[in-house]
C-alpha cells in the first residue's frame, strides 16, 4: 500500500507540472507583470522591486522567467507575498488549512445526513417519507451554490444575531479560552456547512438510495431473509457493506466538488480560505501567492482522490491497488 501510495504521488508530478505551465502562462497574458503594484507605492524601495526583478527574471523572455521560477519552486522558494509581506508558502497553509476545516465539516455534515436518508429512502421504497425524501434531493440540486449560498444569507440577517453573516471569528475572539473559540469557528461554520452541505447531499442521498436498491435485490439478500436472519443484519451488515464500495469511490470526485464549493461559500460568507486568497491574489497581481495556492488546490485533489483509493482498499481487501488506476 505504502509504495502504490509513493507511485500515485510521484505520477501527480507531471499534472503540478502542467498546473504550473498553464497558470504561469495565464499570468502572463495578463496586462503589466507583477511588480507593477509595487512601484506605484512609495513605501517600497528600488532596491527591493530591483531584487524580485532579478530573482523573477522579469527582464527575461517568458519561457526564461517560468524556468527561473521553477527552479526557485523547486529550491523551496516561492517568495513572499507583496500584499502581505510574509512567506507566500506560509500564508497559503494558513488560507488552506481554513478552506479544509469548512470542506471536512461540509463533508461530515453531507455524509451523516445523507447516508442514513439514503438507506430509509431505500428500505421505505415507495413510502410517502421516500417520496418526500425524493422531492427535496431533486429539489435541492436545482439549486446552484451562490443561490443556496445568497438564501443563507438572508435568513442570517433576520436572525437577530442567532446566525453569523459572516467571517470566521467573532471580534472578541482573542479574549475568549480555548473551548469558547473553538465554539466560536464552529458557529461561523454553520451557515458555510449547510451552503456546501445541502448541495452535495442531495446527490449522496439518491445514489446511497439507488445502490442499496439494487443490492437489496440480489439472490444473496433473499437467501438471508429466507434463512431468517435479522432484517437489520441483513440491511446493515450483508446490504450496505457491498454497497459501499460505490460510495467510497465517489470520495475522490466529492473532494473535489468540496474544494470548488467552498470557495464560492468562501466569497458568501468572507471566509479567509484558499478561495478568496486566490482571488485576492489575482486581483493585485501577487504572482508569487497564484502559483503556490494552485499549485497547493491541486495537490489537495491528488490527495483525495488517493485517499479513497487506499479506503476502498481497506473495505474490500477483494480490489487490488494496481488495478485502481
Known sequence: MF??????????????????VLSFTL?????????DTLRANPAVSQQ???????????????????FIWLKNALQGDLGNSYTYQISAVSLVMQR??????????????????????????????SSLADKILSFFSYLSQGFPSFVLCIGLLFVASVS????????MSSVNYAQL????????????????????GLVGFA?????????????????????????GLDENRVIYVHALRNSVNTLITLLGFEFAGLLS????????????????????????????????????????????????????????PRIRLEEAE
Open 27 to 35: 499570468i502572463k497574458l495578463a496586462p503589466g507583470d507583477a511588480l
Open 48 to 66: 527591493f522591486i530591483q531584487s524580485e526583478v532579478d530573482r523573477l527574471g522579469l527582464d527575461r523572455p517568458p519561457h526564461e522567467q517560468y
Open 96 to 125: 488552506a488549512g481554513n478552506t479544509l476545516l469548512m470542506a471536512i465539516a461540509s463533508f461530515l455534515f453531507t455524509w451523516l445526513v445523507a447516508i442514513p436518508l439514503g438507506i430509509y429512502g431505500a428500505v421505505r421504497q
Open 261 to 316: 464549493g467552498a470557495f464560492i461559500a468562501e466569497f458568501f460568507f468572507s471566509w479567509p480560505g484558499l478561495g478568496m486568497l486566490i482571488l485576492e491574489a489575482f486581483k493585485s497581481y501577487d504572482i508569487n501567492v497564484v502559483m503556490a495556492s494552485l499549485l497547493l488546490g491541486t495537490f489537495m485533489l491528488v490527495l483525495g482522490n488517493l485517499f479513497a483509493d487506499l479506503l476502498l482498499k481497506v473495505a474490500d
Open 177 to 196: 479560552n480555548p473551548f469558547q473559540q473553538v465554539l466560536d469557528t464552529a458557529w461561523h461554520l454553520i451557515l458555510p456547512t449547510l451552503a456546501i
Open 160 to 167: 437577530g444575531g442567532l446566525l453569523p453573516t459572516g467571517g
Open 3 to 20: 509504495a502504490y501510495a509513493l507511485k500515485r504521488l510521484l505520477g501527480s508530478l507531471p499534472l503540478l507540472f502542467l498546473v504550473s
Open 203 to 227: 446527490g449522496l442521498q439518491r445514489i446511497t438510495r439507488g445502490t442499496l436498491l439494487d443490492v437489496l435485490r440480489e439472490d444473496y439478500i433473499r437467501t438471508a431473509r429466507a434463512k
